[in-house]
């Protein structure tokens, strides 16, 4: 059972947008920043928004974050097909003093 | 270039131990805490440990304190986790990962670069 909650899964078809929900609580998201990482199959997961909304060097404005007390959301416009992979929101848990991950929201582009 | 390459995964039985290490290179590696993160097979990602830019403070998470152990060299740029005790749901695809900061924790709980993981079997 995950501290941050995510759906399971999302889909959308080839240049539509989507949206992965992150929902979590006072003591972690609504206290500090959250990262969201992209784990495409068989690899290792890759930084993609750190501190809510700003994209590491050569991520592509495609991708945007934002947060709204305890949630965040991570978007996606134009989607590829290349962009099917399994996304993750991060944060720190006050409470737990622990870093805490979110189950994993699986991306299909139908 | 960031490189972060993990190895010492292998299959080990119950109530032995494994040590991993994680090899890194492309940044001064002294000056950035250093996490490792595991993924069980088919699940999701689970912290395991982080430990700041000097070695001097440490991190755990209730399910391995007392059992794994972080550490790092700065003087051979390499990470180690030793894993003692080790159970059946230990088994997972263990990453090592490079912080954003010198310490690791509130406010800077990024993980910038990953290694590609090695895999830790713990079986009879």
């Known amino acids: 059972q995950s501290v941050l909650t995510q759906p399971p899964s999302v889909s959308a078809a080839p240049g539509q947008k989507v949206t992965i929900s992150c929902s979590g609580s006072s003591s972690n998201i609504g206290n500090t920043y959250v990262s969201w990482y992209q784990q495409l199959p068989g690899t290792a997961p890759k930084l993609l928004i750190h501190d809510n909304n700003k994209r590491p060097s050569g991520i592509p404005d495609r991708f945007s974050g934002s947060k709204s007390g305890t949630s965040a959301t991570l978007g996606i416009t134009g989607l590829q097909t290349g962009d099917e992979a399994d996304y993750y929101c991060?944060?720190?848990?006050?409470?737990?003093?622990?870093?805490?991950f979110g189950g994993g929201t699986k991306l299909t582009v139908l | 270039e960031v490189q972060l390459l993990e190895s010492g995964g292998g299959l080990e039985q119950p109530g032995r131990s494994l040590r991993l290490s994680c090899a890194a290179s492309g940044f001064s590696f002294s000056t950035y805490a250093l996490i490792w993160v595991r993924q069980a097979p088919g699940k999701g990602l689970e912290w395991v440990s982080a430990i700041s830019g000097s070695g001097g403070s440490t991190y755990y998470p209730d399910s391995v304190k007392g059992r794994f152990t972080i550490s790092r060299d700065n003087s051979k740029n390499t990470l180690y986790l030793q894993m003692n005790g080790l159970r059946a749901d230990d088994t997972a695809l263990y990453y090592c990962?490079?912080?954003?900061?010198?310490?690791?924790?509130?406010?800077?709980?990024?993980?910038?670069?990953w290694g590609q993981g090695t895999l830790v079997t713990v079986s009879s």
């Open positions: 990962a490079k912080g954003n900061s010198f310490y690791y924790g509130p406010g800077s709980h990024t993980l910038d670069y």
């Open positions: 991060v944060t720190w848990d006050s409470s737990l003093s622990a870093v805490v």
